[in-house]
């Protein structure tokens, strides 16, 4: 008798999983004429003034090394932050589902830019710049969880994908545009206090340009409390999603790698800046993304988990070797290309191990671990950058993502995706209830990205 999504997909025919804000409710016949309207476009500007605003922030490490700070300190201050975002990973979706996503919205971008406006006017090493990296990073997950549930609402269940994954462009567009605006800054005026205000100043403006935005598109919201969910802790010892764990926590040390730790390995070199990798990473991305886009069904998502960590470790190798600004190019196309098999394929298995019901929150759960991939590596590589340089991280971070890329292939071995077109339907009602349950994919919707989920 054939057993997985499928047959979960049936039992969820005759028994309507529970309505949250993050699984919004589905209507029957919903065909709007276009998803590309008003709110669509509104939503896609202000996703691209979010991740300008967090690109604007690359250059964190600089600020703390200006201020007399060490690359381990950085990484104390991200791994800080990061505890934040991890308590909002693994509480968000019941938070939206009590509060409704324009209150949790309004909210979260407003502490948002209470962090940025902290760094902005911060001069020292004290409390202060915890306090703001923490609000800053809360503030960053929420605003993109509250994104994601806000745009789904909007369309039929079964262009829900197509949607994220038109919006999650704008991801790419606001990373070029904040690491240009970052360089820009960084090259027309003296490394200074006033820089540092010019630069978190942009952040704090973008974040306030998106909270305008976001009191517009939710002006019509309304909600309804649903009933209680379990606490998140409990769905992932119920519904553990296995070896896809870790490679979100490779996805961490990836992020702590490019987003934080590079650009102070192009200060020590003399590069002029980091805006060309971060342009080649994520037009690589968008590129390798739309090539991929049947991949899954072709060979696997396991296998193309296999391909995106060896772009991650081929990208960081090669990163040893950078010497001149062009040299960045090749491992962002690396980078780009394991990105863009990776984000899909690690939130798609982590999320569809858990029910309809709870994919929501298996959505957040999945994320935050690539956030704590992010908390226990910044410390990490910021010692081990102080201790033997930055080609130590480089092939610290490398060496994590081949012994992960190995236990995950032998652990995935022999097995046959369930997306894959090598899955056969043998038996009718098998093809009637994948017919009917487009309602209820197993394969979660792509979130937006950009950092963890900070990128697309």
Known sequence: MPSGPHLRCVANLNHDPPVTSLQPPIVAGERPATIYNQTFWLAYAANVLLVTANALTFRFAEFIKWLGGTE?????????????SLIVRFTLGRDIDGHGVRRMWIGCSLLFIMGAGLMTITQSLGWQIYAARVAFTIGLASMFACSISHIQARVPAHRRTEVLGSLGSSGFVGMIIGAQLGDLIFLSMPLSRMLFVALFGGTTLCGIGYLMLVIYLSRHDEHTRPHETPAAHKLIFRYWPGPVVLVALMMGVGFVVTTVFLTRHATELGLPGIRTFFTVYPASAFVFRLISRTWSRT????????????GHCLGHLWLCRVTTEWDLIIPAIGCGFGHALLFPCVVSLGAGAFPPEYRG????????????????SAPILGRVIDTYGF??????SAGTATVIAVFYGLATYGLVDTDSDAVTLDQPAVLESVVECESFPDQSPEPVLAGADEFV
Do not use: K, P, Q, Y
């Open 361 to 376: 929150s298996g959505t957040t759960i999945t994320l935050g671990f690539m956030d704590l991939g992010v908390f226990f």
């Open 299 to 310: 060979m696997g998502r396991h296998r193309m988990i296999l391909l995106g960590l060896a």
């Open 391 to 396: 080609n130590a991280m480089f092939l610290a």
């Open 72 to 84: 381990t300190l950085t990484g104390e201050i991200v791994s800080v932050g990061i505890v934040g």
